[in-house]
Structures are given as structure tokens and as C-alpha cells.
């Protein structure tokens, strides 16, 4: 069973940068896909980021620009930097990775106050 972990959240003031972290461990099957969702409470989680096996990635339109993706395949780690945060960007983050959808984290909290 695959267990993913995610660090690097924290409160920060707008207009700061935080780096987030995922690390699967226990995939018994090649991960390929790897991304990031984030819920507020009371509201659906939504994609911010994600990343193929291949390199390609695709973002929110609200983090275009302001956050990149990537990814360590040989440490199954995936980490989103996150620029130029915003209060809107508060949220818990999670991370995902495929084929083991529906896996999640314990989310690590992303607070940016204005």
C-alpha cells in the first residue's frame, strides 16, 4: 500500500514563497503521475498542479505563473514551489500520485495572510 507524505506548509505573509514536498513510499506498481490538490474548508478539493512520467505539467489558472511542479522519479518525490503566495492560497495541500489514485496524505496547511 502505497503511503504518501507531505511537508513544507506554514504561515506566511503574501508575497512569500514556500516549497512543498511529497514522498510516496511502499509503490508496488511504477508511479508515473504525480500532483498536487488542496481543499479549503467546506469546499471540494481542487487541482492546483500536476506532472506526467514524461515531464509535462499543467496548473490551475489561479497558480499559473506563481507555482511550478516537479518532480524526483528515482525518490518518488514530487515538490511544488509556490511564489508570489497569495491569501486566497490558503489551504490544506495534498498530494497524489498514479496509479494509486485516491491515496492521499495527511495534507500539510498552507496559511498566507494579507
Known amino acids: 500500500q502505497v503511503q504518501l507524505v507531505e511537508s513544507g506548509g506554514g504561515l506566511v505573509q503574501a508575497g512569500e514563497s514556500l516549497t512543498l514536498s511529497c514522498t510516496a513510499t511502499?509503490?508496488?506498481?511504477?508511479?508515473?503521475?504525480m500532483g498536487w490538490y488542496r481543499q479549503i474548508p467546506g469546499k471540494e478539493r481542487e487541482m492546483v498542479a500536476r506532472?506526467?512520467?514524461?515531464?509535462?505539467?499543467n496548473y490551475a489558472h489561479s497558480v499559473r505563473g506563481r507555482f511550478t511542479i516537479a518532480r524526483d522519479s528515482g525518490k518518488n518525490t514530487v515538490l511544488l514551489q509556490m511564489n508570489n503566495l497569495k491569501p486566497d492560497d490558503t489551504a490544506v495541500y495534498y498530494c497524489?500520485?498514479?496509479?494509486?489514485?485516491?491515496?492521499w496524505g495527511q495534507g500539510t496547511q498552507v496559511s498566507v495572510s494579507s
Open positions: 511502499g509503490a508496488t506498481i511504477p508511479i508515473n503521475g
Open positions: 497524489y500520485v498514479l496509479p494509486y489514485w485516491g491515496t
Open positions: 506532472i506526467t512520467d514524461a515531464g509535462t505539467t
